[in-house]
């Protein structure tokens, strides 16, 4: 087991509906040196790809992105859930539906900060069936951007997200691949990354 | 002017209604490394007290907190703007008028991550009228925990939120403290730090 999914195991909590929640560590209360360690461990698995700019989503994906943006001297750019009367002129959008949170946002970015000239990694906490991603990608592509990779901190292996998006083709790299979990006992296993193609 | 007055004397565009954008290095796109500078300062200006955790709220606010966080060796809590599904059991809550999007939000903070031993270090990017930042430290005062500072990327000085705040005896520290600004030369003046109170 790597570093994460150490963590998984020891604070991790399986919930029925296949629901794994973080929250001691990721996505509520946030341990930033686990953050600064993914960070490290994407500089290595892109180290090959020119990456000049990261994208992620709100709110879970921010800090993570911010801290492994570090590794990787390049600014951050957030989708943002709702249009706010601070962001003027053009954007894109796309829809996204949340499983966690069972609704669709649209998600946006201006234009001013995503161009034909980047080349962007995209971050985020978890990827389940791929809507948060595809939704990114989809932004990416509409302004003609360059998506170099997709790290995620936890993939949910036995949801289509991760298989559906490394057919077309894109560099995903999952730190943690969940191949199934049991909330009665609580058990996680791990798919090796090796198997994921 | 310090370097984030220099920033956003560069990069800042004054909107009419005292609205200041900064979204290419703030609050949608990010300059990680510029936050990196924030949380030295912040270190510096915080060096006295003993701190064993940041608060901050979603969703701007997560980036700062999470690089700033790596100076202080500490975890981040963020606030939550709606009621997840992952969220059980208790939660702290306040409600939060967003000057910006004109809205009532309700933010909560699970129980499990602000206990009386707590020692808080609330971050933010902005403060204005100071609604965000009541909320989280009623939130801070519910769980019994101390609120040991506050550290703020920009303040607007002409709002009444700082004045409050520092008159209710809390250390805030504001990395930039806006004394007026205008829409139509776009020239920012900044307030002298030593005259906040």
Not at 47 to 71: D, P, Q, Y
Not at 164 to 178: D, F, K, V
Request: include cysteine.
């Amino acid at each position: 087991m790597n570093f994460l999914e150490e963590r998984i195991v020891k604070d991790g909590v399986v919930k029925p509906g296949n629901v794994l929640k973080v929250d001691s560590f990721l996505n509520h209360q946030m341990d930033v040196k686990l953050f600064d360690k993914m960070g490290e461990e994407f500089a290595k698995r892109f180290e090959k790809k020119k990456i000049n700019k990261i994208l992620t989503i709100e709110a879970s994906g921010i800090g993570i992105a911010s801290v492994v943006a570090l590794h990787f001297d390049v600014p951050v750019v957030f989708a943002k859930k709702t249009q706010s009367i601070n962001l003027d002129g053009d954007m894109y959008t796309a829809s996204v539906e949340s499983f966690t949170h069972k609704n669709i946002n649209n998600v946006i970015v201006s234009k001013k900060f995503l161009t034909k000239d980047d080349h962007v990694l995209i971050i985020d906490d978890f990827l389940a069936n791929g809507c948060a991603l595809m939704g990114l990608i989809q932004i990416v592509n509409a302004a003609h951007a360059t998506v170099e990779g997709i790290g995620i901190a936890i993939e949910k292996g036995f949801q289509s997200g991760g298989h559906i998006i490394r057919n077309l083709g894109y560099q995903l790299e999952s730190l943690a691949i969940i191949d199934s979990m049991d909330d009665v006992t609580g058990e996680i296993k791990f798919k090796d990354p090796n198997e994921t193609m």
